[in-house]
């Protein structure tokens, strides 16, 4: 992970895009890694010049709270399984009838 994560350069454009290849494709990334990871792409996007640069560093950043969240579902979805709790929210219709 060392050769995308640059201590003394800025993040280039193709390496947001190589990172977001990393993420999507869940690539195994050490939690050290992902926070760096993340802190380098903040300080990338607070000196970007270009729309383009700002667009390739956002859709990373978005790429990474997406999996996030998408874990964080999966890890609740497994909890609940495991306690024996339902794990979707179903809608019931429920009929009922009176006599009169």
Same mark, same amino acid.
């Given at each position: 992970?060392?050769?995308?994560? +640059?201590?003394?350069?800025?993040?280039? $454009? !193709?390496?947001? #895009?190589?990172?977001?290849?990393?993420?999507?494709? $869940?690539?195994?990334? =050490?939690?050290? &890694? +992902? $926070?760096?990871?993340?802190? +380098?792409?903040?300080? =990338?996007?607070?000196?970007?010049? %270009?729309?383009? *640069? #700002?667009? !390739?560093?956002? +859709? %990373?950043? #978005?790429?990474?709270?997406?999996?996030?969240?998408?874990? *964080?579902? #999966? =890890? &609740?979805?497994?909890?609940?399984?495991?306690?024996?709790?339902?794990?979707?929210?179903? =809608?019931?219709?429920?009929?009922?009838?009176? &006599?009169?």
């Amino acid at each position: 992970m060392s050769e995308i994560v +640059k201590t003394d350069e800025k993040v280039t $454009r !193709a390496e947001a #895009v190589m990172i977001t290849r990393a993420i999507n494709a $869940r690539w195994p990334i =050490a939690n050290d &890694d +992902k $926070r760096r990871i993340k802190q +380098k792409l903040m300080d =990338a996007l607070e000196v970007s010049e %270009t729309p383009r *640069d #700002v667009a !390739a560093i956002s +859709k %990373t950043l #978005v790429a990474m709270e997406g999996q996030n969240q998408a874990d *964080d579902h #999966v =890890a &609740d979805k497994n909890g609940r399984l495991n306690v024996g709790l339902p794990t979707e929210v179903i =809608a019931h219709k429920l009929k009922v009838e009176f &006599d009169q």
